[in-house]
Nanobody, 130 residues
Framework: QVHLVESGGGSVQAGGSLRLSCAAS????????MGWVRQAPGKEREGVAA???????TYADSVKGRFTITQDKAKNTLDLQMIGLKPEDTAMYYC????????????????????????WGQGTQVTVSS
């Protein structure tokens, strides 16, 4: 059974930084699409960043150059380093996985698909004040 637990959210001022972490169990990074998705109140879920089994990363245009997704296969953890935070980054952030999607290829693990990965954590809140 896949289990994802996020941590690291909080409240920061605009321009600040946060690092989110996701502890994953029941999933193997060598076969899984992994990603971060966010949802702000009253808005649809938005894929933020995703990483493929070969380490290829993709990002939403709104966070390119500010957010970095990394994974540690030995520790089975997924991180999202966020710098230059803006008020519009305020949202609940979820770790997401498609446990076997990494074996499909062809862009299956791209960020635009991350909202459909299917398995989610409970989320961690990020609040950015102006």
């Amino acid at each position: 059974q896949v289990h994802l637990v996020e941590s690291g959210g909080g409240s920061v001022q605009a321009g600040g930084s946060l690092r989110l972490s996701c502890a994953a169990s029941g999933v193997t990074f060598s076969s899984a699409c992994m990603g971060w998705v966010r949802q702000a109140p009253g808005k649809e879920r938005e894929g933020v960043a995703a990483i493929n089994i070969d380490g290829t990363t993709t990002y939403a245009d709104s966070v390119k150059g500010r957010f970095t997704i990394t994974q540690d296969k030995a520790k089975n953890t997924l991180d999202l380093q966020m710098i230059g935070l803006k008020p519009e980054d305020t949202a609940m952030y979820y770790c997401a996985t498609d446990p076997w999607g990494g074996l499909i290829g062809g862009g299956w693990c791209d960020v635009h698909r991350s909202v459909d990965f299917g398995t989610w954590g409970q989320g961690t809140q990020v609040t950015v004040s102006s």
